[in-house]
C-alpha cells in the first residue's frame, strides 16, 4: 500500500529515496555562476564552489585567449548569454594575454549568517 500521509520523512510510509543533487544541476549552477562573474567581474559563492568556478573560468579565459571561431563556440557551450560570451572575448581575453594561467582571485569573507557557510569572493585579479 502506498504511502498516504508523510512524504519526506524517513521510516514507516515515508520516502524510500530522496532525490540528490545530482551532476547535471551541479553544472548548471556552475555555468550561472561563471556568467554571473563575466558580466559582473565579481561574485560571492560558497567555499566548496569556489575550486570548480575558479577551474571553469580559467578554462574560459584560455579559450578567448585563443580567440578563434572553435574556441568561441567552445566558450558558447558554457556561458548562458550572448552579452557575456561578447565581453569574455573581447575585453577579459585581451585584458589577461600577458599572463599565463592564475587569472581569478579568491577572498574569504567569513560565514552566512543563515547556514554557517564559508563564503568567498571571487574575481579577476587584474582588478
Same mark, same amino acid.
Given at each position: 500500500?502506498?504511502?498516504? =500521509?508523510?512524504?519526506? *520523512?524517513? @521510516?514507516?510510509?515515508? $520516502?524510500?529515496?530522496?532525490? @540528490?543533487?545530482? !551532476? %547535471?544541476?551541479?553544472?548548471?549552477?556552475?555555468?550561472? *555562476?561563471?556568467?554571473?562573474?563575466?558580466?559582473?567581474?565579481?561574485?560571492?559563492? &560558497?567555499? +566548496?564552489?569556489?575550486?570548480?568556478?575558479?577551474?571553469?573560468?580559467?578554462?574560459? *579565459? &584560455?579559450? !578567448?585567449?585563443?580567440?578563434?571561431?572553435?574556441?568561441? #563556440?567552445?566558450?558558447?557551450?558554457? $556561458?548562458?548569454?550572448?552579452?557575456?560570451?561578447?565581453?569574455?572575448?573581447?575585453?577579459? +581575453?585581451? #585584458?589577461?594575454?600577458? #599572463?599565463?594561467? +592564475?587569472?581569478?582571485? %579568491?577572498?574569504?569573507? =567569513?560565514?552566512?549568517?543563515?547556514?554557517?557557510?564559508?563564503? &568567498?569572493? $571571487?574575481?579577476? %585579479?587584474? #582588478?
Amino acid at each position: 500500500m502506498a504511502a498516504q =500521509g508523510r512524504k519526506n *520523512v524517513h @521510516g514507516k510510509a515515508g $520516502v524510500r529515496f530522496k532525490t @540528490g543533487y545530482t !551532476a %547535471s544541476k551541479n553544472k548548471a549552477m556552475l555555468r550561472n *555562476v561563471v556568467t554571473d562573474l563575466i558580466v559582473h567581474e565579481e561574485v560571492k559563492v &560558497t567555499s +566548496g564552489v569556489t575550486k570548480e568556478l575558479k577551474q571553469l573560468a580559467d578554462h574560459l *579565459v &584560455t579559450l !578567448a585567449k585563443r580567440n578563434d571561431l572553435h574556441a568561441r #563556440r567552445l566558450a558558447a557551450q558554457t $556561458v548562458r548569454s550572448e552579452e557575456a560570451l561578447k565581453k569574455l572575448f573581447a575585453e577579459i +581575453g585581451p #585584458r589577461m594575454a600577458s #599572463r599565463n594561467g +592564475g587569472y581569478t582571485r %579568491s577572498f574569504k569573507l =567569513g560565514e552566512r549568517r543563515g547556514d554557517s557557510a564559508e563564503v &568567498t569572493l $571571487v574575481r579577476w %585579479s587584474d #582588478r
